[in-house]
């Protein structure tokens, strides 16, 4: 077992000095914590979030100045969040994404030269040059913008929301943390939620949030039903260089049985991101990375000129994920936990923020107010609030996705009718490009 602090995170029924490790959670309910203890160890805490993904790591910061106590548990080693490996992935980034972790003193941890901008996107249906484009609106909520949006790999984000974490870690005043736990058990109860751990281990708190992925195992664990869409194929993602300019326009191409995204890192750099069915990607990926280099620019009919592969390929199942409600009894569900999705709009992580954003709010409210923070009312509202965005997105997107990869004529048609409508209609660029921007 690692530990961010091993001197706070060892648990024991007794009193310590230590602020964290508290002898009960709080009046009102460690009499019926107590009765209800099956493990010789139990540890009281307020919130214990499982799963220090981004989302997770975002939870702890934002309930920083709560004055509530709050207990982490990941599956992995300290050593793999703390030094995330480049996984592939580059995270279209909204400007709301980008106040909220300006907040959350992520975005000052970002190497600014790691900070790419996108200034355009273009939609193009099979081999027609018909482009269906948004630019960069003069202003965002009223704000002068600099950008559509901002790409970020997921490893720089996941690195940013360590470092901003890393002086409570280091030094503990409200979070401990633990790394390359297992859980054995979760249960729920009317005062408290509990995570069983190994070696007869347990922690109870007055709320659980899950962020612990789209398969989540606690989501699963309280009985939450979820929406699940297999997709049948697969995402390669990998970066590349290439001799003429992207314009730092992303382009995404719905091109026959499969798609091609490209987003811009500078000028000359951009991330290649492929969907295909399951069952072609061997063949995709035998190929040499000169002779998929030499596909890729066949798709993109030269545009970009000679194109040379720069990094491992990464490979991603598509999966889908909608849970048919956000909250349990003391439970509650956060990032992709809550909703995983098709990559194809960039929605995932930029949702998931907003499910940090709206939840730590409500939280910080009952807080302040000496509220219980593991009302049913209370998490009930975080559904509602969430919700209202996540259905539509969730569903909208997986209709475009069957919609741009059905190669039947009349799905041809229809793209080919749909991106001329929208680029006429005003009204409807103006919807869509407010949700790339956030
Ligand atoms: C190819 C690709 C491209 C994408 N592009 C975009 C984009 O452009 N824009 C966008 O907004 N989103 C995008 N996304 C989505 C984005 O990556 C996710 O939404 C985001 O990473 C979710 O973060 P999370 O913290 O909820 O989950 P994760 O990043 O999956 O982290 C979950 C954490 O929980 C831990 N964990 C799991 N199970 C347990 C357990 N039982 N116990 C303890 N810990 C556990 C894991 O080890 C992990 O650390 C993309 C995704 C993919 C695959």
């Known amino acids: 077992m690692n530990t961010a602090n091993p001197t706070t995170s060892t648990t024991s029924p007794t009193p310590t000095s230590n602020p964290i490790d508290t002898q009960s959670l709080n009046t009102h309910s460690s ?29 702890c910061q934002a309930l920083k100045n709560t004055g509530l106590r709050v207990h982490l548990l990941e599956k992995q080693s300290q050593e793999a969040i703390a030094h995330p490996q480049y996984d592939g992935r580059e995270i279209a980034i909204t400007h709301r994404t980008k106040g909220f972790m300006k907040r959350l003193e992520q975005w000052r941890e970002l190497d600014k030269d790691r900070i790419h901008h996108l200034k355009r996107a273009e939609v193009y249906n099979g081999q027609s040059l018909f482009a269906l484009g948004f630019d960069k ?62 070696e007869d281990r347990a922690i109870q708190g007055k ?12 989501r699963k664990a309280l009985g ?70 030499l596909e890729l620019s066949q798709w993109l009919g030269g545009r970009l000129g000679e194109i040379t592969i720069t990094s491992e390929i990464f490979s991603y199942p598509l999966l889908g994920v909608h849970a048919n409600t956000f909250y349990a009894q003391r439970s509650a569900l956060i990032g992709d936990a809550a909703v995983g999705m098709h990559p194809v709009t960039a ?23 000496g509220q219980d923070i593991g009302k049913t009312s209370l998490l009930r509202q975080y559904h509602r609030k969430h919700s209202l965005k996540t259905r539509p997105m969730y569903h909208g997107t997986n209709a475009l996705v069957k919609l741009y990869t059905d190669d039947r004529p009349p799905a041809k048609v229809a793209r080919h009718i749909g991106l001329r409508v929208s680029n006429i209609l005003t009204p409807v660029k103006k919807v869509i490009t407010a949700q790339l921007t956030g």
């Not at 382009?251 to 951009?270: C, D, I, N, Q, R």
């Not at 990607?281 to 990375?289: A, I």
């Not at 929605?347 to 709206?358: A, C, K, Q, R, T």
Request: charged share 15%; net charge neutral; aromatic share 8%.
């Open 31 to 59: 009499n019926t914590q107590a009765n209800h203890a099956q493990s010789s160890h139990t540890q009281y805490t307020d919130i214990i979030i499982v799963g220090a993904g981004p989302i997770g790591l975002s939870m």
């Open 347 to 369: 929605h995932g992580y930029n949702l998931g923020m907003e499910s940090v954003e709206i939840l730590s709010r409500l939280i910080h409210k009952a807080a302040m107010r």
């Open 224 to 293: 939450i039903s979820a929406d699940m869409q297999d997709f049948g194929r697969t995402v390669l993602v990998f970066r590349c260089r290439h001799t003429m300019t992207n314009h730092l326009t992303a382009h995404e191409g719905f091109y026959y049985g499969k798609t091609l995204a490209v987003l811009p890192l500078g000028e000359f750099e951009s991330s290649m991101v492929i969907t295909i069915a399951n069952n072609k990607v061997t063949t995709l990926k035998n190929l040499s990375n000169q002779a998929l280099a």
């Open 137 to 198: 609106p003069d202003r965002v909520r009223g704000r002068p913008i600099e950008t559509l949006g901002y790409l970020l790999a997921n490893s720089a984000i996941r690195q940013a929301a360590y470092n901003a974490l890393l002086p409570e870690l280091q030094h503990p005043s409200y979070l401990t943390a633990e790394f390359g736990q297992t859980i054995q058990k979760i249960s729920s109860h009317a005062d408290y939620a509990e995570v069983q751990l190994a």
């Open 207 to 218: 709320l659980l949030l899950a962020a612990d992925s789209r398969v989540s195992f606690v």
